[in-house]
């Protein structure tokens, strides 16, 4: 080991233009495989790394954004002096929940540093940093590069990664000369010339065994690979891999008589943990078939894949000639592919949540109720591009013909698919539509349906059939088709479509809305004097909004509005001049809020405002733009008006799990407005979510 204290001092001296030795950086990228874990070499401070193998892409988002490269400069960036002032080797847990080593390294010249690992040794730790980055403070680094290498591994990993390396420098040291140039005594003849390296047997040697699954797959591609594995090793023929979708466990790949054969797989947690107790061994007998009472039913071998002592899937094999010993063998098979697995899960889900965000993002900026068919077509576009698909059609249902009709369609032939229609309870759609229950199907003729007419030629035989409702009314159908790459649809593209239905039933009610309007059906909903929508719209659309986000943990905000001193600006300039200065404030109020927004008219002078997917930070951002648009307004009688300008102070609530219902949504917005009055009007506040308030006094509503 070096000493440390010396070696802090010569990594000082160092000049910047330091380099890592010839030949050190094939073999920190041999280590780098054979561990997968991340190693970066470094003259003191990082960044910049002199060679850097298979880092982590979270950690080169952080890295890349100067705003938040600060984060990690007392792990990372002091790396390299917490291992010499812990006598050359130190081991860390960053800011961001990543387990990392640094250790000292002569590499045959001046003292070098090592970061190693960057690694999360718990699938609750990556959890919660993607929600960090989905919903919460890292929000605005959210990209899709940020799932692209995410590393997991165990303490015992980075330790002998860590031991490794330094055996490995050890080795190093001996093949090259004992004293490596400066950059600037370099000649020429010596750049060019390489300087003797580690033998391909040494490199091959550290590369170690490659685990089964990587993060460059998909779960997908994981599961195939596994179910190959299983029937080159054991002679398993048929089999199936369940995931967990909340407390159910459903199919995800299959092969044998499971392929494209979803019914009679389905299990929930609560079922595999209950058995787990009443039998022998690591294995469940199941009974499978579409109908268990049948005499063809079959029972199968269920092996639950544990992480961290909870199910995460399962593993299903139907093989008649299972032993006690091949059943060990598949026992230990499911425990060693289980936290794999659920890496790729769970980096799936973070990706896909992503996706998410950004299309419902842009959905919601995209939406033109006005324009029918507009909507229609932004919604086709972001569901198709969400679920790579190469067709997609939307079908509306007409209460007054019974039937379902293509409103929106696009791909190859998607002038045959506009021309559709049909009753309910006729054809895929409409059995979908009058159950009211989504359809996935891998393989259309495997799972027992007609196969489609010759002429729409699609590519697959899979498709996805979603029923969209609006307050339990049945809407329509939205038909998912020919996934490009020419894959099969399966419950992971379900659960995307699940996260955007309420947007697009959202779009679809709005509208309705304005087709009604044109026909004078409006006004049931809308106030008539300033135009907004009416407090029991807005109300009902809280409460549908609430559910959403409780669903799919959305971020959701709420605002009341209240102009200040209106009843002096009312008593002294008349009732018209009144209500023409709440046309006004509206008016504000449109000009500055997205089109996702609901804004309403609560009641008197007062306004709420209910912001979908849309945080703490961000809502506060829109009430300032309220704020100024209505201050810098011209009011009639501005001039003469002894307190100055209209203004409006606003108060926000933000969903949480102590605000999860509509009362107490309104109610902390209400309590943050009284704040807003009582800090001289003319202001934004808010109701912080983990804060417990006195209940608002009539008494103080009435000071308004």
């Known amino acids: 080991m070096l000493d440390s204290v010396a070696a802090v001092k010569r990594a000082e001296d160092m000049p910047h233009e330091t380099k890592a030795p010839p030949g050190w950086a094939e073999v920190q990228e041999s280590l780098a495989a054979a561990s997968g874990l991340a190693i970066m070499l470094v003259a003191e401070r990082q960044p910049p790394a002199l060679a850097i193998s298979n880092n982590n892409s979270i950690c080169h988002i952080f890295q890349s954004s100067p705003a938040h490269a600060t984060l990690c400069e007392p792990y990372c960036g002091q790396a390299f002096r917490r291992a010499a002032e812990a006598g050359g080797k130190t081991f860390y847990r960053c800011h961001a929940g990543l387990h990392c080593f640094a250790e000292i390294i002569d590499l045959g010249g001046k003292p070098l540093g090592i970061i190693g690992g960057r690694a999360f040794l718990r699938t609750t730790d990556y959890r919660a940093l993607g929600e960090r980055f989905r919903t919460g403070d890292f929000s605005g680094l959210l990209s899709p590069e940020l799932f692209r290498n995410v590393i997991f591994a165990s303490s015992q990993d980075l330790s002998e990664l860590a031991e490794r390396i330094e055996e490995t420098a050890a080795g190093f040291r001996k093949t090259i000369p004992a004293r490596i140039p400066e950059a600037s005594e370099e000649t020429a003849d010596e750049k060019e010339a390489p300087s003797e390296t580690l033998s391909s047997e040494t490199i091959e040697a550290a590369r170690g065994q490659e685990t089964n699954f990587r993060l460059d797959t998909t779960l997908a591609e994981a599961c195939e690979k596994a179910l190959s594995a299983l029937s080159q090793m054991y002679g398993i023929r048929s089999a199936t891999l369940m995931f967990r979708t909340g407390e159910k466990l459903t199919p995800l790949h299959s092969i044998g008589v499971f392929e494209g054969r979803a019914s009679g797989l389905s299990r929930t947690v609560k079922e595999i943990k209950s058995r787990q107790s009443d039998v022998k061994g690591d294995s469940i007998p199941v009974m499978i078939g579409d109908d268990k009472s049948q005499a063809s039913a079959q029972t199968a071998e269920l092996f639950p894949l544990i992480v961290e002592d909870d199910v995460k899937g399962a593993l299903v094999v139907l093989d008649p000639g299972t032993n006690e010993r091949k059943r060990r063998q598949l026992s230990r098979f499911a425990r060693e592919i289980a936290l794999p697995l659920e890496v790729l899960r769970l980096r799936d889900e973070l990706e896909r949540r992503t996706r998410v965000a950004v299309h419902l993002r842009a959905f919601a900026e995209g939406i033109n109720a006005a324009d029918p068919q507009e909507t229609y077509t932004t919604i086709l576009h972001h569901s198709a591009e969400l679920l790579h698909a190469e067709r997609i059609s939307l079908m509306l249902f007409d209460e007054s013909s019974n039937e379902l009709s293509v409103k929106a369609a696009f791909g190859p032939h998607a002038e045959f698919a506009r021309e559709s229609r049909m009753r309910l309870g006729d054809g895929i759609s409409g059995a979908v539509m009058r159950e009211g229950r989504p359809v996935v199907v891998h393989n259309l003729q495997a799972a027992g349906f007609a196969p489609a007419p010759a002429e729409r ?76 929508l009416n407090r029991r719209y807005l109300e009902e659309r809280l409460a549908e909004e609430l559910e959403r986000s409780k669903r799919h943990h959305f971020p959701m905000c709420f605002m009341m509005v209240d102009v200040d001193d209106f009843k002096l600006y009312n008593d002294r ?92 949504i309104i109610h902390a917005a209400d309590r943050a407005l009284y704040a807003a009055k009582h800090r001289g009007k003319n202001c934004v506040d808010s109701f912080p979510p983990d804060s417990s308030h006195a209940p608002l006094r009539d008494a103080d509503r009435g000071s308004k």
């Not at 969209?468 to 998912?480: M, S, T």
């Open 457 to 532: 030629n699609y590519k697959t035989q899979s498709f996805i059939s979603y029923p969209i409702n609006i307050n339990g009314r049945k809407v329509g159908v939205l038909n998912v088709t020919d996934k490009a790459g020419g894959g099969s649809y399966d419950e992971l593209d379900l659960g995307l479509l699940e996260m955007i239905a309420p947007q697009m039933a959202l779009a679809l009610d709005r509208t309705e809305w304005h087709h009604k309007a044109t026909q004078f059906q409006l006004l049931s909903i809308t106030d008539p004097l300033t135009g907004l």
């Open 573 to 664: 300039y008349g009732h018209q001049a009144g209500d023409l200065a709440l046309e006004i404030t509206a008016q504000c109020m449109k000009a500055v809020l997205r089109s996702a927004d609901v804004a309403s008219r609560y009641g008197g002078e007062e306004f709420s405002v209910l912001l979908p997917q849309t945080n703490l930070s961000e809502a506060h951002v829109i009430a300032e733009r309220i704020r100024r648009r209505v201050e810098h307004m011209k009011y009639p009688n501005i001039k003469s008006q002894p307190l100055g300008p209209v203004t409006v102070s606003i108060g926000i609530s933000a969903f949480s799990p102590s605000h999860d219902t509509s009362a107490s």
